[in-house]
């Protein structure tokens, strides 16, 4: 059976361009429940502690600088089959090649600056979850 949790952050170029507010109205309005959020700056040893997955790959390094640019602003969400519904609501990973509608392809602006992040497993949104919130900053409703 899969969660009913996952990650997301909306990324450093997305909230500066002042669309935070949209992004975050449109998880809602998908039917995504705010479980937590805060915003953050990471620093480029935080951002490569959460990509830790990446390390070696040819972008980690301008990942991790790109993620630790400017504030970050970090979410819990809840949803039935959340992993795989978000990753379905955010579109591919590169905005060029995601469906209409979907939030990279609406404001995501190239493969690296894609709007937002979404964990990829049940796994990976506990441990992305657990990297940004304690137990008392997520809510049980
Ligand atoms: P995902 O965000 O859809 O799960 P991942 O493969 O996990 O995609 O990559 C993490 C992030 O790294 C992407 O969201 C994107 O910002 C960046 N990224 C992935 N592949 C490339 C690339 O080939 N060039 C530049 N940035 C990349
Ligand atoms: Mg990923």
Known sequence: MNGNRTFTMIKPTSFKNGDGGNIIARIIGAGFKIIALKMVKLT??????????HDGKPFYKSL????????????????????EAYRKFIGATN??????????????????????????????????????????EIINY
């Not at 480029?44 to 997955?53: C, G, M, R, V």
């Not at 991790?64 to 992993?83: H, I, N, Q, R, Y």
């Not at 990829?120 to 919130?133: I, L, P, V």
Request: glycine residues 6%; negative net charge; contains cysteine.
């Open 95 to 136: 905005p060029d090649e995601a469906a209409e509608g979907t939030i990279r392809k609406l404001y995501g602006t190239d493969l690296q600056q894609n709007a937002v992040h979404g964990a990829d497993s049940d796994e990976s949104a506990n441990r992305e979850a657990s990297f940004f919130f304690s137990e008392l």
């Open 44 to 53: 480029p040893e935080k951002a490569a502690q959460f990509y830790t997955e």
């Open 64 to 83: 991790c600088s790109f993620m630790s640019s400017g504030p970050v602003v970090c979410m819990v969400l809840e949803k039935e089959d959340a992993v």
